[in-house]
């Protein structure tokens, strides 16, 4: 830059429209949650978030591909991926709110506590009860959230990309708290993830400052033409990719970066873990590629050993902890890590093949993902979700079409053909051999094999079980939203299985980054 | 255009195990209606059998019968059909055995609920399976078959099995689809070795690529231990006795009899095929563990009280006889060792289906519960012998032919391992009699568990007739079979670059073309 006048960046409004759309739309929702009755919230918060979200959609759509570059003084980019990946984000929370709004007629208990500032057994948290309160503040709090995570696909520079990182994480940390049931453990949760986050946000803020000393800016391109003319600070260079990965690693939940996983999925809302897994996921690992592949490819060297190391640990890890488990969200939350796993053997690959197979395995985890959670917070015991393994015995005699969806569902989470959890392995595992890295696929299928048993335990429990040894269990009726979340995601695991030539012809077409 | 046999042979059965699901709860049709499609299957199957030309297509291609489209151009994967002698002969044997299993099976599950609609809809799905896992020539179609029909013959096992059915459906799943898992990055290897492409997956694309052998050897070792579980041998066959015990007898009979097939048309049909110098290489290893196989299996046969076990045990030996045919890499050896598959089938369908005959009357599978049951039984006692004769290999039956040729073909390189594997003819006839004995001679047993057992029922009957009539069809007229797998058996040698051995005595002028028979 050089000039001493302050120079108001040029920003191309059009490109930006889903963003803003969005956030405007999660403002709105906080001067609804203000001003709105207590009794009509629910019913303005619901069409009002998904509007916005549909509204974002349809202007991503109609105007993402003819306004691609790099606006805001080089600070976002919006380019194929970006658009690719926001439009990910979008699709999954639609159906992850549909997921969230679910209120069961009344019925039976939602899963959201009624009062989330009130001390669990405390008089307010009664009264809170008595008058039949429902949390609202879930709507505009996914919405900052949502609009969060499209920034940090897009951000092409370090300092946004840690805006971004805090206006997804935030409104993450007070979702993961407001559980009805077992407060104490949601709030646990909470603290826990907030505290971890807070960690690893200092992890990557440090690493962020070494980049800037070692190329004396923070925007990718600076750093990456530093890093091609060789300036010789290695020692800034390599500690400063190293950090900034590992604040990204920890939001994917990667080994060693993972303890914070188990615990707070079992401890949050349950939609909002399927909420929290799929569209987080999608994200950081938006925002990874972009940071491995953009700013520091160049010192490709130094990262992708470490990279392959963390994939394969996480797939290990991952595969071998979830053996142990005996609650159905912790299960999920442990093969959660593992699929980070697998991901990161697709990032490793390095090429545009790496991408493409990124993206294509983040689709399908996260259509695989919402629909699951979305079924564990069916299966009840006394009004509580039942989410215990054994709790789940005999689950296909009594309902038999959600047992049917949730098996079909872990056989796409285990890899099996027909499924798009094989054909996104398969692309995953073919960028890496491609590139050399066999074994880290073989490390990858063993990794498969293993996690296999474990669902295909529940799998044993839903259909062979006894539904004696379960008698409290029930499956709730779902509502409309619901029914349609999973019909969506099963109906896509599906296709992404037998026909995935469009989508994957969608993602390589859009794996190109501006830079 | 021709019509699409294969698809459709494919798509029949999957559309009556669709059907069946969704007919009514307690609807009285369900048995008919899963038998008619059977039936038609099986006519269709014979319909495309009968546009086969025996020893190769119009312009001598090694497939026929195919259908190539794109499927996933951005991977390589096309939808590609076809088949040769061998796995047309394959498809059949499938194809007969279904419906057989089905009267079979008739009354092991009470119209209950719509168990019955579940157990029948996935026999039919397995049929289609099993159709696409020997009729698919794309590599990465043959690998989503190949895992896919795991799921049918799981649900089979856990949810209709014995007592320890869910211990026996996750041992079969685990280690079939760990063989599978480690297949898969072979399949992307042999696929990133060859021409890639938007149809780099089929077979012709992949047969004869150049490949270095550090590579080839590793492709090899990672399609054959997938193989090797699938078929089984030792020491991965471990999953077998437990599967075969405690899944239903036409159930066995379809994953021991057909399915486990895959392990050694696998072997033919990629490991042969797409690495001629690995398998070359490993031969001396796969040699001797076919041995061990064949001995292990013959020896815990013998030693075996429980009949499915028993019988499972027979079936590694002479999975270990199929598998030294085909490394024997001669002619003779390798039709007899594809002859055998076949023979094989309907061997293990008569031994588990008139087990289970007997299994159902005494409510035992303890061979110590039995005795003198020829004379309780004398029809379905008959049945079991016939059936344990074709299994010693009773000449005259199907099994002598194809456990002959095999023999004589391996003399022709392996003289000393013809002559060892020769003692197994021995064990199997220790082992089939000792059964046949424990069983069915001795004195009229007496006692309230056999007062009110009937003879052979009209049912059973029409299982056992056609397979008896197998065996003496294939027993003394083999030659419609041997000339539909001989060509394929060539063409697989020549792709290997593998003469047969000539005569000792004439060894200047031997052909390079291979048999004299």
Redesign the interface.
């Known amino acids: 830059m050089g000039g001493s006048m302050f120079v108001a960046p040029d920003i191309n409004y059009t490109a930006l429209l889903p963003m803003i759309i969005v956030f405007v739309g999660g403002l709105v929702g906080v001067t609804v949650e203000g001003f709105a009755s207590r009794r009509t919230r629910y019913a303005v918060q619901v069409p009002l978030s998904i509007a916005t979200l549909v509204l974002a959609l349809l202007a991503l759509v109609l105007l993402g591909r003819d306004n691609e570059g790099i606006t805001a003084a080089g600070t976002v980019a919006v380019d194929g991926v970006t658009l690719a990946l926001q439009g990910l984000v979008l699709v999954l929370s639609i159906l992850g709110l549909l997921v969230m709004s679910e209120r069961f007629g009344g019925e039976q208990p939602d899963a959201f506590t009624q009062s989330g500032v009130s001390t669990p057994g405390s008089a307010e948290e009664t009264l809170a009860t008595k008058v039949g309160a429902t949390t609202t503040e879930v709507y505009p709090l996914t919405l900052m959230s949502v609009g969060g995570m499209m920034l940090f696909v897009a951000a092409n520079d370090l300092i946004l990309l840690f805006v971004a990182l805090e206006i997804l994480s935030l409104p993450l940390y007070v979702l993961a708290g407001l559980a009805r049931r077992r407060r104490l453990l949601s709030q646990e949760a909470s603290l826990k993830y907030f505290l971890l986050g807070s960690f690893s946000s200092a992890f990557y803020l440090f690493g962020a400052v070494l980049l800037y000393g070692y190329a004396g800016s923070t925007r990718f391109s600076d750093i990456a033409a530093a890093i091609s003319s060789n300036v010789g600070m290695d020692g800034l260079l390599v500690p400063g990719v190293l950090l900034v990965t590992v604040g990204l690693l920890f939001k994917v939940g990667a080994v060693p970066f993972h303890a914070w996983t188990p615990d707070v999925y079992q401890g949050a809302p349950t939609p909002v873990t399927g909420f929290m897994a799929a569209c987080t996921k999608v994200a950081a690992f938006g925002a990874m590629l972009r940071v491995l592949y953009v700013a520091v490819e160049g010192a490709r060297l130094e990262w992708q050993p470490v990279i392959a190391v963390v994939a394969a640990l996480s797939m290990v890890v991952g595969a071998l902890l979830a053996i142990v488990q005996t609650d159905v969200k912790r299960i999920l939350a442990y093969s959660s890590i593992a699929h980070a796993g697998f991901i990161l053997t697709g990032v490793v690959a390095l090429d545009v093949a790496g991408v493409s197979s990124t993206m294509f395995y983040l689709a399908t985890y996260g259509f695989m993902t919402i629909p699951a959670f979305a079924i564990v917070a069916l299966v009840r015991s006394a009004g509580t979700e039942a989410t215990l393994v054994d709790q789940w015995a005999g689950l296909g005699?009594r309902s038999?079409w959600i047992a049917a969806s949730f098996t079909f569902l872990l056989?796409a989470f285990?890899?099996?053909?027909?499924t798009s959890g094989?054909?996104g392995k398969?692309?995953v595992?073919?960028a890496a051999?491609?590139q050399g890295w066999?074994w880290l696929?073989?490390v990858g299928?063993?990794a498969?094999?293993v996690t296999?048993?474990i669902y295909?335990?529940l799998v044993?429990q839903m259909?062979?079980g006894d539904p004696s040894d379960a008698a409290g269990t029930v499956v709730v009726r779902p509502s409309w939203m619901t029914s349609f979340a999973i019909l969506v995601g099963v109906a896509i695991t599906l296709a992404l299985g037998v026909m995935?030539?469009p989508v994957?012809?969608l993602a390589?077409s859009t794996a190109a980054f501006l830079r | 255009m021709s019509f699409p046999w294969l698809t459709t042979l494919l798509v029949l059965p999957l559309v009556g195990a669709l059907v069946v699901s969704l007919l009514p709860k307690g609807s009285t049709i369900v048995r008919p209606v899963a038998l008619g499609v059977a039936l038609v299957t099986l006519v269709v199957g014979i319909g495309a059998a009968t546009q086969f030309r025996i020893g190769g297509g119009t312009a001598g291609e090694q497939f026929q019968l195919t259908e190539v489209y794109s499927w996933i151009p951005q991977f390589g994967v096309s939808y590609a059909l076809g088949v040769d002698g061998i796995s047309l002969s394959m498809i059949l044997l499938g194809l007969v055995l279904v419906p057989i299993c089905i009267v079979a099976a008739w009354d092991d599950v009470p119209a209950v609920g719509r168990r019955q609609h579940a157990y029948f809809a996935l026999m039919l799905a397995l049929t289609s399976m099993m159709v696409g896992v020997f009729a698919a020539i794309d590599v990465f179609l043959f690998y989503v078959f190949f895992e896919a029909m795991l799921i049918p013959v799981y649900f089979l096992i856990g949810v209709f099995g014995g007592s320890r059915r869910a211990r026996a459906a996750t041992s079969f799943l685990l280690y079939s689809l760990a063989g599978g898992l480690i297949m898969l990055v072979a399949v992307i290897g042999v696929y990133l070795a060859g021409p890639r492409g938007t149809d780099g997956f089929l077979l012709s694309n992949l047969t004869g690529i150049d490949l270095s052998v550090d590579a080839g050897r590793w492709l090899f070792v990672g399609f054959f231990i997938a193989f090797a579980i699938k078929a089984p041998m030792w020491p991965v066959h471990t999953w077998l006795p437990l599967a075969a015990e405690q899944a239903r007898p036409a159930t066995s009979v379809l994953l021991v009899g057909v399915l486990d097939k895959v392990g050694t048309y696998g072997m033919i049909r990629f490991c042969l095929t797409l690495f001629p110098e690995a398998s070359q290489w490993a031969t001396p290893v796969i040699l001797a563990l076919a041995l061990v196989s064949l001995f292990v299996g013959a020896f815990l046969a013998i030693g075996q009280t429980d009949m499915l076990r028993l019988i499972s045990y027979t079936s590694i030996s002479h999975f270990g006889f199929i598998v030294l045919g085909i490394f024997a890499f001669t002619t003779v050896s390798q039709t007899g060792a594809t002859l055998y598959m076949v023979n094989h089938g309907f061997t293990t369908a008569g031994l588990f289906l008139v087990a289970g005959m007997l299994i159902v009357r005494r409510g035992s599978r303890d061979l110590r519960d039995f005795g003198g049951w020829q004379r309780v039984t004398p029809l379905v006692a008959g049945a079991l012998f016939v059936s344990g004769m074709s299994g010693l290999a009773l000449p005259g039956l199907n099994s002598f032919v194809s456990e002959f040729l095999v023999i004589v073909g391996t003399f022709g390189r392996h003289p000393w391992l013809a002559v060892i594997s020769a003692i197994g003819v021995i064990l199997a006839a220790v082992y089939i009699l000792v059964m046949y004995q424990k069983v069915a001679t001795g004195p009229r047993p007496t006692g309230p568990e056999v007062e009110d057992v009937v003879d052979m029922s009209g049912r059973e009957k029409w299982v056992v007739a056609p397979i008896i009539a197998a065996f003496l069809v294939l027993g003394f007229y083999p030659k419609p079979v041997l000339d539909l797998l001989e060509p394929a058996v060539q063409q697989t040698l020549q792709t290997v670059g593998i003469s047969d051995p000539a005569p000792a005595v004439d060894t200047a002028n031997h052909s390079t073309e291979g048999s004299d028979h």
Do not use: K
């Open positions: 005699r038999p056989m285990a890899g099996i053909p027909l094989f054909t398969f692309a595992f073919s051999v491609s066999a696929a073989v299928v063993l498969s094999a296999a048993y295909f335990v044993v259909w062979l995935p030539s994957l012809d390589q």
